[in-house]
């Protein structure tokens, strides 16, 4: 695990990107995404530069289009690409409650309800009658077909953690509960629901870190593709098929094991991709280790952010093992809400409903 020496000096790699409007980009001079700016806002906030933090989600409020959402990609406050994704929107849930969770500043919550609600109404919009959620709008405005287990897994803990907004400000949703059950009821039980992705190590954990997968099923499916994704000593295949570890994707790997119970294998984890980690306290974003060369030859924000955000979990911070825990918890009452149980969800031939 980190020093507090080694946690401060990546924390000040992470705000030393960030860019004067509050924008926080892959690197300095690289674009932005809104799922990845949150991830490094949200480390911020673990190490009490609250501050930094708000200013990141102030950039979201001021940039956030008429339908809820926001484009795929920034560069300089410039719009670079105009795909809307849905869970890079669903993500600010996430990050509001965590930052909420560590302030207590209820009227920064209460001024950034209304776009968190618009940002839920985005995505429930891509809601198929599945329960999955369409992975995203194109640049005509026009939703794909097709829905991301990934994503989905990721909007399932973001609807959950804005149902624990709703809850905490009085605002019952009860449309969010009915679509976080069916969502959840999709990542669970429909794999046919998503694309093929299984190549990747995020299809794997990600139905885990999301809070959709827990118990047996959860550790069957860690111990199923063990041997395909992780490589000894060196970290978390992204691809399946490539020789390439990354840090980001071994990092979500260690909170997921974590939240199962895993502590000892997350705290191995985290220890072998130290190797990616730079002086100035930020990491490579991989490593290609048949050809034992960084790759891309980047140190993004938003590794960094992972790896505070697991040494967060590990450590056993409440805003952070609230938010990747799921179960209730002491903390706040009852960690997050379920909305309905994906256990009582019914499914006819193309539709879900509440059972």
Same mark, same amino acid.
Request: include cysteine; charged fraction near 25%.
């Given at each position: 695990?980190?020093?507090?020496?080694?946690?401060?000096?990546?924390?000040?790699?992470?705000?030393?990107?960030?860019?004067?409007?509050?924008?926080?980009?892959?690197?300095?001079?690289?674009?932005?995404?809104?799922?990845?700016?949150?991830?490094?806002?949200?480390?911020?906030?673990?190490?009490?530069?609250?501050?930094?933090?708000?200013?990141?989600?102030?950039?979201?409020?001021?940039?956030?289009?008429?339908?809820?959402?926001?484009?795929?990609?920034?560069?300089?406050?410039?719009?670079?690409?105009?795909?809307?994704?849905?869970?890079?929107?669903?993500?600010?849930?996430?990050?509001?409650?965590?930052?909420?969770?560590?302030?207590?500043?209820?009227?920064?919550?209460?001024?950034?309800?209304?776009?968190?609600?618009?940002?839920?109404?985005?995505?429930?919009?891509?809601?198929? /009658?599945?329960?999955?959620?369409?992975?995203?709008?194109?640049?005509?405005?026009?939703?794909?077909?097709?829905?991301?287990?990934?994503?989905?897994?990721?909007?399932?803990?973001?609807?959950?953690?804005?149902?624990?907004?709703?809850?905490?400000?009085?605002?019952?949703?009860?449309?969010?509960?009915?679509?976080?059950?069916?969502?959840?009821?999709?990542?669970?039980?429909?794999?046919?629901?998503?694309?093929?992705?299984?190549?990747?190590?995020?299809?794997?954990?990600?139905?885990?870190?999301?809070?959709?997968?827990?118990? /047996?099923?959860?550790?069957?499916?860690?111990?199923?593709?063990?041997?395909?994704?992780?490589?000894?000593?060196?970290?978390?295949?992204?691809?399946?098929?490539?020789?390439?570890?990354?840090?980001?994707?071994?990092?979500?790997?260690?909170?997921?094991?974590?939240?199962?119970?895993?502590?000892?294998?997350?705290?191995?984890?985290?220890?072998?991709?130290?190797?990616?980690?730079?002086?100035?306290?930020?990491?490579?974003?991989?490593?290609?280790?048949?050809?034992?060369?960084?790759?891309?030859?980047?140190?993004?924000?938003?590794?960094?952010?992972?790896?505070?955000?697991?040494?967060?979990?590990?450590?056993?911070? /409440?805003?952070?093992?609230?938010?990747?825990?799921?179960? /209730?918890?002491?903390?706040?009452?009852?960690?997050?809400?379920?909305?309905?149980?994906?256990?009582?969800?019914?499914?006819?031939?193309?539709?879900?409903?509440?059972?």
């Amino acid at each position: 695990m980190l020093t507090v020496d080694q946690v401060a000096a990546t924390i000040d790699g992470i705000a030393a990107v960030q860019r004067p409007d509050g924008s926080i980009p892959w690197f300095v001079g690289g674009h932005l995404d809104p799922w990845d700016h949150t991830e490094a806002a949200m480390a911020l906030d673990v190490a009490g530069r609250h501050d930094e933090a708000e200013r990141a989600y102030r950039w979201l409020a001021s940039r956030q289009e008429p339908d809820g959402s926001w484009y795929a990609a920034y560069v300089d406050g410039e719009v670079t690409d105009r795909n809307k994704e849905a869970n890079f929107t669903a993500y600010l849930a996430v990050g509001l409650w965590h930052h909420h969770l560590l302030t207590g500043d209820e009227e920064f919550l209460v001024r950034m309800w209304p776009k968190l609600r618009a940002a839920m109404g985005f995505i429930l919009e891509l809601q198929a /009658p599945g329960g999955e959620i369409r992975w995203k709008r194109d640049e005509h405005g026009v939703p794909v077909p097709d829905a991301l287990l990934t994503g989905s897994a990721s909007m399932y803990q973001a609807l959950r953690c804005a149902l624990a907004i709703a809850e905490h400000l009085g605002e019952p949703q009860p449309d969010w509960e009915l679509a976080a059950g069916r969502l959840g009821h999709a990542v669970l039980s429909h794999p046919e629901r998503f694309l093929d992705k299984s190549r990747y190590s995020m299809d794997w954990y990600y139905p885990i870190l999301g809070t959709a997968l827990r118990g /047996p099923a959860a550790n069957g499916r860690i111990k199923d593709a063990w041997d395909t994704f992780v490589v000894p000593d060196l970290g978390v295949r992204c691809v399946s098929d490539r020789p390439w570890v990354t840090g980001a994707e071994s990092c979500e790997l260690a909170i997921a094991l974590w939240a199962l119970g895993e502590s000892d294998r997350a705290v191995e984890i985290v220890s072998w991709i130290q190797r990616l980690r730079h002086e100035d306290g930020l990491y490579w974003t991989g490593y290609v280790f048949e050809d034992d060369a960084i790759w891309p030859v980047e140190r993004t924000a938003w590794t960094a952010g992972a790896m505070i955000l697991a040494t967060a979990a590990l450590g056993g911070e /409440p805003a952070t093992t609230a938010v990747f825990g799921g179960a /209730p918890t002491a903390f706040e009452g009852d960690g997050l809400p379920v909305g309905l149980d994906p256990a009582q969800v019914r499914c006819g031939s193309d539709i879900c409903v509440r059972g």
